[in-house]
């Protein structure tokens, strides 16, 4: 018979473990000494210390399920139970029993876990749909619609929620999107319709303009280039394949009609600015007729020097006024030593204007009496009545004798 402090061999062979609940069977061993018999379940026995030592490391450092890890502890357990082996089984028991606990325990922390990432799962999808409805009313096409693209992605790179839940946030996301490209096709759609209108109005611009590049009538041309213009800027744009052609097209006729002007407008400008000169030397040789002394000599020569400014062209519209000022101011001169001159050799004129003379003296005569005749009543305000008439009058009066004047009286 041999023993240790967890089991002993009797005389029949029969191996006996001890446990708290007292000696249990653990087999019989005939092939050997008791001592190996001890040492062959001793051995069975760190077996299972070993795999229990291994099943605590990993329900503590990886990811088993606690499905597994409870199917690995049973099926250990059922071996504790057994008493196949030699050793303290209720210290395993103990150890087992830990395990569930810590089974139980990371089951729950995962179940929280989950929880926690469901929950931030399903703020991080409604915060998608937000964005996504939001994103569905824009009118920048290409950045809203790059922007939902990437909110798929974000979409698939999240965990499900249940079902319910997760078909009801995609229901709303995917509404949206369909959405957004229902608004940007009709967008688009119509923008194809008006670049269309524009490419046929453009068309019919360049077919008007290149059928006036050929044009001579100048003035009438270039103005209908202008209002060609503002029509092209108020057509919009046309496609783009279109676009580029017609405005070349549009371009090139104007610049056919305007490089045309240009040459003639330069040959004229060089023909006006010798007109200019032309024009310059007769004013100044109108000007040396004044001031006037010889009327009839100077309105001979002054008609000579006109004569000779009828015959030459037009000069440069700016330098126009100029020169024409010089010339009117030169004939206006000629004009009032005529009208000085027809007033000296006027006697009915110069009766009237003594006539007028005499009437307005007398007027002037009797207010001045009557001013004075109110002021020594003391009714001052007929008295400036009646001075506010008489300075009307005597105004008139010093005309008159002005006028007179030239008569030489």
Known sequence: MSSDPWGRVD????????TADGEQVVGSWQAGS???????????YEGLVVEIGLLEKR???????AKDAQAAIDHIREQVDAHHVVGDLDALRVRLDKLVELVEA?????????????????HAKEALVTEAEELSQSDQWRAAGERLRALVDTWKGLPRLDRKSDDELWHRFSHARSAFSKRRKQHFAQLDAQREEARKTKERLVSEAEALSNSTDWGVTAARYRELMAEWKAAGRAQREHE??????????????????SSVFAERDAEQSENLKLKEELAEEAEKLLPVTDLKAARAAFRNVNERWEAIGHVPRDAR??????????????????????????????????GLTGQLQAAVDKLRGQVEQARAQGNNAKADKLQRELDGRQALLDQALKGLQEFGG
Do not use: C
């Open 34 to 44: 008791p001592e190996e018999a001890l040492a062959y379940f001793e051995r069975k």
């Open 106 to 122: 990371r089951r729950e922390e995962r179940k929280a876990q989950r929880a926690k990432q469901s929950d931030e799962a399903r």
């Open 321 to 354: 006024p100029k020169v024409e000022g010089r010339m009117h101011a030169v004939e206006r001169a000629i004009q009032e030593a005529e009208e000085a001159e027809w007033r000296r050799t006027n006697p009915e004129a110069r009766a009237r204007a003594e």
């Open 11 to 18: 005389e029949t062979g029969t191996v006996y473990v001890r």
């Open 244 to 261: 580029d052609d017609l405005w070349n097209r549009f371009r090139g006729a104007q610049d056919v009609f305007f490089a045309a002007r």
């Open 59 to 65: 329900v503590k450092t990886t990811d088993l399920s």
